[in-house]
């Protein structure tokens, strides 16, 4: 199957799930985070949810971070839309944000943290496959995050569907490390 494709078909089965359902799997994949350690992470990139997109609700992780793991410092992307690349502003619970013209969530303003710096990213996500392979919206704004990040850094896909057999990879393409699911942790390689 082509990527745009899989990509419509995985937007369509998110779209069927409940604002119910995607609070639900949203709690069951937070809940899993726990096999994950942030002991040696300082900086931690996660994405704001889209609107009306059905997202894994990011905030709910955000929550128990901030509760959990105070000295983990939030990071969230700031998009130009222009070139198709991501800035990375640290996020605190006074920094202003306001959504872009794409519906996005984003800080107004703040200190910009290097892509070298992030020691973890919670990369958003279509489909992921059983190699660590993702497919993500199609514009390549994380793929280009991703290849300027450190070897080191930890690339953690969420998703509500268990994973394909196999997506074809792009030369640029960066793998998870893990990606979350309801109902498994999944770490790569197999």
């Known amino acids: 199957m082509l990527k745009k494709d899989l990509r419509k078909q995985y937007e369509q089965k998110r779209m069927q799930l409940s604002a119910a359902e995607v ?5 069951l994949i937070v809940q899993r985070f726990a096999a994950v350690s942030f002991d040696d992470i300082k900086y931690l990139h996660v994405f704001y949810p889209m609107v009306g ?16 793991y105070p000295g983990v410092n939030l990071v969230l992307p700031k ?8 800035k990375h502003i640290l996020w605190d619970e006074s920094s202003p944000l306001s959504m872009n013209s794409w519906g996005i969530t984003e800080p107004e303003s703040g200190a910009e943290i290097a892509a070298e710096e992030i020691d973890m990213v919670i990369v958003p ?13 199609g514009k390549g704004f994380y793929d280009r995050f991703l290849a300027g990040c450190r070897a080191d850094t930890k690339k ?5 569907f268990p994973p394909e057999e196999f997506l074809e ?4 393409d960066i793998p998870l490390d893990i990606c979350i699911t309801p109902g498994k942790v999944w770490k790569f390689p197999l």
């Not at 609070?23 to 709690?27: F, G, I, Q, R, Y």
């Not at 279509?126 to 993500?136: E, I, Y």
Request: net charge negative; glycine share 6%; no cysteine.
């Open 23 to 27: 609070d639900e799997l949203s709690l």
């Open 53 to 68: 997109r059905h997202e894994f609700n990011s905030l709910l992780l955000v929550e128990q971070i901030r509760k959990r």
């Open 156 to 160: 953690i896909g969420v998703s509500f």
């Open 125 to 137: 996500l279509l489909a992921f496959d059983l190699k660590g392979n993702r497919l993500g919206y």
């Open 169 to 172: 990879p792009a030369p640029h």
């Open 79 to 86: 998009s130009d839309l222009q070139d198709h690349s991501l």
